[in-house]
C-alpha cells in the first residue's frame, strides 16, 4: 500500500508540472540550448497597424539557463519598428530591447535576477516582437515582406548563461520566419440561364484604397468549363474596398446566334410555339419589351450581315443576379423584361462578412433556341480523305457542349456544264430528323472560281433567306417561316450555289473551297450538329464565258465608275439590284421593283465610291445571282 501511496504520489507530481514543459513553439532541432524563430506569421491588418512575431526558447540539456542574448533582422522596409515584450510571467525577469530600424533590427537580452539557484528559463514562446508598419499607403503596396532573420550584414554573439553565471552555446534555428500578408479568398459561378456553365467568361478583381476613388485591377481571371471562378489574392480588406468587374460590351459570345434562333422567334412570332420566361429575353433583341416580327428579322439580320449590333443599344451579354433569375425562372409566363433588364456592364462589392461565394447568370439575347454563352465553337479544318485533297471539300464546323442530333449537308460529286458552271446543290441528309433553318458559309478560291448566283429549291422560296456574298466567301441562310410546313426531310436539295471555274482541275494545287461556318436548327429549332461534308469537286474544262439563265453580267469590269448590267428575270416577280461592298452591306439600290420575265439592261454607277471589290447582286423570286465588279481609281 506504501508503494502504491509513493507512485500515485509521483504521478500527481508528474501531472502537475507538465505544463512547465509543454508551452506552445516549434520543437528543438536536436540536443541543445536552442532560440527559435517559427515557422510563419500573420501580418497584421491595416486596422491593427502592428505585426507580431515570437521568439521560442527550448533547452534540451540539464544545464540551467539564467539569461540569453541574440538578434533578430527584419524587414525596415516594411516595419517602422520593433518592440519586444515577454510572453507570460516577468518575475524576476529582466529583458531589454534596442530596436535598430535604419539597419532592421533588434537585440535582445534576458537574465533572471532572482535568488534560486535552481531556476532555468522555461521552454515555449518566451518573446513577442510587436512591427510597427510603415505608412498604409506604402505598406499596402508590398507583395511580399523579407522572412524574419537570425543573419544579416551586423553579425551578434548568441549566447546563453547558465548556472553560476557561466557562457554557453545559444544555438539558433529558422523554420521559415514568413510574414504571410493578409489574403482575400472568394469564389463564384456564372451560369447561363439555360443552366450549363458559362465557360471563358473575363472578370476582373478591382481594388481601391478606402479613402480613395480610383479603382484599379488586382487580376483577371475567366470562368472554367462549368462556369466557376476563384482566386486568393493578397488584399487587406481592412484597407482597400475590392469588387468584382465584369465589362460585357467587350465580350465576345461565341458561335451561339443562327438561323436557328430567327426560326424559333419567328415560331414565337406566329403562334407556333408560346415564349415563357427567359424566352422573352433571348426574342427581345430590339430592346422593346415584346417578341414580334422585328425580332425575328433583328436576328436574321445580323446573321446576313446587314449590321453588326443590335438595336436600341440592346447589347450582346445581359447579367442577372440569383434573386433576378428565381424571379423570372419561378413565374415563366410573366414578361420581366421592363422590371429586370439585366447589366452588362456591372460590379460586385465584396464586403468583409459577407458569404465568401456568389452566383450570376448570363444570358445572350438573340439565343432563342438556348444555347448558351460559348457554347458553340469552331473545329479545326480538316480535309477529308487528305490523300485525294484536290478533289474534297475543306471542312469547318460548330461543335456544341451539349449533346445534340446530327445530321449531315452534303455536296456531291460535280462535273462542269456548258459554259464551265459548276453547281453544287447542297443536300441535308437527316435521318428521321427534320430541318427548319440551315446557314451554311462557303469559301472559295477566287484564282480558281468566281462565284455567280444561288438557285432556291422550291421549298427554300418559303423560306425567309439571305445570301451574303463577300470577298472570296458566299454565306447561304435560311429559315421556315411558315408552321411547318417547309421543312427538310431526308436527301432533299435546299439551294444550289453556281461557280464560274476560272482554271482546268489540273492546275489545281489543293482544293478550292471550304466551309467557314454550319448551323443547322431542327423542327424545334434547337442546334443540331453537322458531320463533315464529304463533297466531290470536278473541274474538267474551261470555255468562254456565256450569259445563261439567271445569270447576271456587269461591263466594263474593272471599271472606273459608269457599269452596264445585263440580267435575266425567269419568272414574273420583284426584282432587286444592288451594289454591296464586301462586307455584305447594300451601298446603294439600283432598283427594286415588280418586273415580268424577260431579258434587261441597266446602266449605273459606282462613281464616288472608294474603289475596291464590290458586287452586284440582282435577287428575283426564284434566285439570286452576284457579280464581281472591281472599281479602279479614275
Known amino acids: 500500500m506504501k508503494l502504491l501511496k509513493l507512485i500515485g504520489s509521483a504521478l500527481l507530481f508528474m501531472t502537475l508540472a507538465l505544463p512547465a514543459f509543454s508551452q506552445t513553439g516549434p520543437p528543438a532541432p536536436s540536443a541543445g540550448i536552442w532560440a527559435l524563430i517559427d515557422t510563419n506569421y500573420t501580418v497584421g491588418t491595416n486596422t491593427l497597424n502592428v505585426t507580431k512575431a515570437r521568439i521560442t526558447l527550448q533547452n ?36 531589454q530591447s534596442v530596436d535598430n530600424n535604419a539597419n532592421g533590427y533588434v537585440t535582445i537580452t534576458l537574465v533572471y535576477t532572482g535568488s534560486s539557484s535552481s531556476y532555468s528559463l522555461a521552454n515555449g514562446e518566451t518573446f513577442e516582437i510587436t512591427f510597427g508598419h510603415v505608412a498604409p499607403a506604402t505598406f499596402q503596396a508590398l507583395t511580399s515582406i523579407a522572412n524574419l532573420s537570425w543573419s544579416g550584414a551586423y553579425p551578434y554573439s548568441q549566447v546563453a548563461a547558465e548556472q553560476p553565471g557561466n557562457d554557453i552555446a545559444l544555438s539558433v534555428h529558422n523554420y521559415g520566419g514568413i510574414f504571410y500578408l493578409p489574403h482575400l479568398q472568394y469564389h463564384g459561378t456564372f451560369t447561363n440561364v439555360t443552366g450549363s456553365g458559362a465557360k471563358n467568361l473575363t472578370l476582373a478583381l478591382q481594388k481601391k484604397p478606402k479613402t480613395g476613388s480610383t479603382w484599379s485591377v488586382v487580376n483577371t481571371y475567366t470562368t472554367d468549363l462549368s462556369g466557376d471562378f476563384s482566386f486568393n489574392e493578397i488584399l487587406d480588406t481592412t484597407y482597400f474596398d475590392v469588387r468584382l468587374a465584369i465589362q460585357g460590351d467587350t465580350m465576345g459570345v461565341g458561335n451561339v446566334i443562327s438561323v436557328a434562333d430567327a426560326q424559333q422567334i419567328n415560331q414565337w412570332t406566329i403562334g407556333g410555339a408560346t415564349p415563357a420566361g427567359w424566352d422573352f429575353y433571348h426574342a427581345d433583341v430590339n430592346g422593346d419589351n415584346s417578341v414580334s416580327i422585328s425580332d425575328a428579322y433583328g436576328v436574321f439580320g445580323r446573321i446576313a450581315g446587314r449590321f453588326a449590333v443590335w438595336p436600341n443599344s440592346v447589347k450582346d451579354v445581359k447579367f442577372f443576379t440569383q434573386t433576378e433569375y428565381n424571379t423570372v425562372t419561378g413565374t415563366p409566363a410573366t414578361n420581366f423584361t421592363s422590371t429586370y433588364p439585366g447589366v452588362t456592364n456591372f460590379t460586385f462589392n465584396i464586403l468583409p462578412g459577407q458569404p465568401d461565394s456568389v452566383t450570376f447568370y448570363v444570358m445572350v439575347p438573340g439565343d432563342a433556341n438556348n444555347t448558351g454563352y460559348h457554347m458553340a465553337r469552331l473545329t479545326p479544318i480538316e480535309i477529308q480523305n487528305p490523300t485525294n485533297a484536290p478533289n474534297h471539300l475543306i471542312d469547318e464546323t460548330v461543335e456544341y457542349d451539349f449533346i445534340a442530333p446530327t445530321i449531315e449537308v452534303n455536296v456531291p460529286s460535280l462535273t462542269v456544264d456548258e459554259g ?12 428521321s430528323n427534320k430541318v427548319g433553318a440551315l446557314q451554311l458559309a462557303l469559301k472559295f478560291d477566287s484564282e480558281l472560281l468566281e462565284f455567280k448566283q444561288v438557285l432556291n429549291s422550291a421549298k427554300a422560296m418559303n423560306w425567309m433567306s439571305f445570301v451574303n456574298p463577300m470577298d472570296s466567301v458566299v454565306e447561304w441562310g435560311g429559315y421556315d417561316r411558315t408552321n411547318g410546313e417547309n421543312l427538310f426531310i431526308d436527301g432533299e436539295t435546299v439551294f444550289t450555289l453556281t461557280f464560274l471555274a476560272k482554271k482546268p482541275k489540273d492546275e489545281w494545287a489543293q482544293s478550292p473551297l471550304y466551309t467557314t461556318r454550319k448551323f443547322v436548327g431542327a423542327e424545334n429549332s434547337g442546334d443540331m450538329n453537322i458531320t463533315p461534308t464529304n463533297g466531290l469537286y470536278q473541274v474538267k474544262m474551261v470555255r468562254g464565258i456565256s450569259l445563261k439563265e439567271n ?11 459608269e457599269v452596264t448590267i445585263k440580267f435575266n428575270v425567269p ?38 465610291f472608294a474603289p475596291g471589290s464590290y458586287y452586284t447582286t440582282m435577287t428575283s423570286s426564284t434566285a439570286i445571282s452576284v457579280n464581281k465588279t472591281v472599281l479602279i481609281n479614275h
Open 60 to 95: 534540451t540539456t540539464t544545464s540551467k539557463t539564467t539569461g540569453v542574448q541574440f538578434r533578430v533582422f527584419y524587414d525596415k522596409i516594411a516595419f517602422a519598428s520593433a518592440s519586444v515584450a515577454l510572453v507570460g510571467s516577468s518575475t524576476n525577469l529582466y529583458l
Open 420 to 431: 464551265n458552271l459548276v453547281k453544287l446543290p447542297v443536300k441535308v441528309f437527316t435521318g
Open 551 to 561: 445569270e447576271i453580267l456587269v461591263y466594263p469590269n474593272p471599271t472606273t465608275g
Open 571 to 608: 419568272m414574273d416577280g420583284n426584282v432587286n439590284l444592288s451594289f454591296v461592298d464586301i462586307n455584305g452591306k447594300v451601298v446603294t439600290n439600283i432598283l427594286n421593283e415588280y418586273m415580268p420575265s424577260g431579258n434587261y439592261t441597266y446602266r449605273a454607277s459606282l462613281s464616288g
